[in-house]
Nanobody
Framework: VQLVESGGGSVQAGGSLRLSCAFS????????MGWFRQAPGKEREGVAT???????SYADSVKGRFNISKDDAKKTLYLHMNTLKPEDTAMYYC??????????????????WGDGTQVTVS
């Protein structure tokens, strides 16, 4: 599975962005797709996951502000980010994995990573 992110950029605090992740190759509907982020000098953290098109999980820091969705017909994963804060500044990565840790909002047994897209909130 190949993953290609897009949609990052610079935005003022309180603004919105939508990240997209185009995936190619065969994907199992029961597998996990999700988003990680990593800010300079910080550990990588899980942001959101989706299994199928309806089972989702979110990090506490983004609950109520971010929404993950997937369009299997378009083979695209999305992350809608609203009410952005400076602490959301990070490189965002799309992933695919065969398992999920919903409590940590992370896909597990990850077998594919995108190259990342930068989000900067000022």
């Amino acid at each position: 599975v190949q993953l290609v992110e897009s949609g990052g950029g610079s935005v003022q605090a309180g603004g919105s962005l939508r990240l997209s992740c185009a995936f190619s190759g065969y994907t199992y509907s029961g597998h996990c797709m999700g988003w990680f982020r990593q800010a300079p000098g910080k550990e990588r953290e899980g942001v959101a996951t989706i299994v199928g098109t309806k089972i989702t999980s979110y990090a506490d820091s983004v609950k109520g502000r971010f929404n993950i969705s997937k369009d299997d017909a378009k083979k695209t994963l999305y992350l809608h980010m609203n009410t952005l804060k400076p602490e959301d500044t990070a490189m965002y990565y799309c992933v695919a994995g065969s398992g999920v840790d919903g409590a940590a909002a992370r896909c597990r047994a990850i077998y594919s990573w995108g190259d990342g897209t930068q989000v900067t909130v000022s």
